[in-house]
């Protein structure tokens, strides 16, 4: 669960960039506005989840977070196939990614590493590797696929998506 969403935000983070500027022809300086937004939403998704950790339970935030991900997956998604090439089409629903990784990445997190006290460590390290190859992996991907659409970065999305929510 924790490889999947949290890829779901490295993979936008390194996707967007190219459909803004390549694809949608944002200029540098507009790009670095734009990714100001899914920053702020991460921000107050961790800020969501700091002050929700006592009365929600870890469950709760990750299912929450997974289908506020898959909802943003899904908008981007019928925005690029409904031919709207805009960058808030592009930027709004990583907004919605960039809350939901915040909102449950903490709890799948804890939950990795504190099932087992005596691991730990190996836990964390295991994570952080399995988090860093899912997320490399996705976006080679989306690379790969990369035409002249944001299409393929939609659908990455998408099916990171998926995968967070059948995890669960």
């Known amino acids: ?6 890829s ?3 993979t936008f983070v ?14 540098p300086a507009r790009l670095g506005l734009l990714l100001f937004l899914p920053a702020v939403a991460s921000f107050a998704g ?5 002050r929700t950790a006592n009365r929600v339970s870890p469950a709760r935030l990750m299912q929450t977070g997974a289908l506020i991900a898959f909802l943003g997956a899904a908008m981007m998604m019928l925005l690029a196939l409904a031919g709207v090439w805009h960058p808030l089409a592009l930027f709004l629903p990583g907004m919605l990614v960039g809350f939901a990784n915040a909102l449950a990445t903490p709890s ?8 087992h006290p005596a691991c730990a460590g190996a836990a964390s390290g295991l994570l952080g590797f399995l988090q ?8 080679q991907f989306v ?19 998926l995968v967070s929510l059948l995890t669960l």
């Open 14 to 27: 390194t996707g967007a960039p190219y459909v803004a500027v390549d694809v949608l022809g944002v200029s």
């Open 108 to 115: 799948s997190t804890t939950g990795a590493i504190t099932r």
């Open 8 to 10: 779901m935000i490295y």
């Open 46 to 50: 961790f800020l969501v989840a700091a």
């Open 143 to 161: 690379a790969l696929l990369a035409g002249h659409s944001p299409v393929p970065l939609a659908a990455t999305l998408m099916g990171l998506s």
């Open 1 to 6: 669960f924790g490889s999947s969403m949290m």
């Open 132 to 139: 860093l190859v899912v997320a490399a992996s996705a976006t």
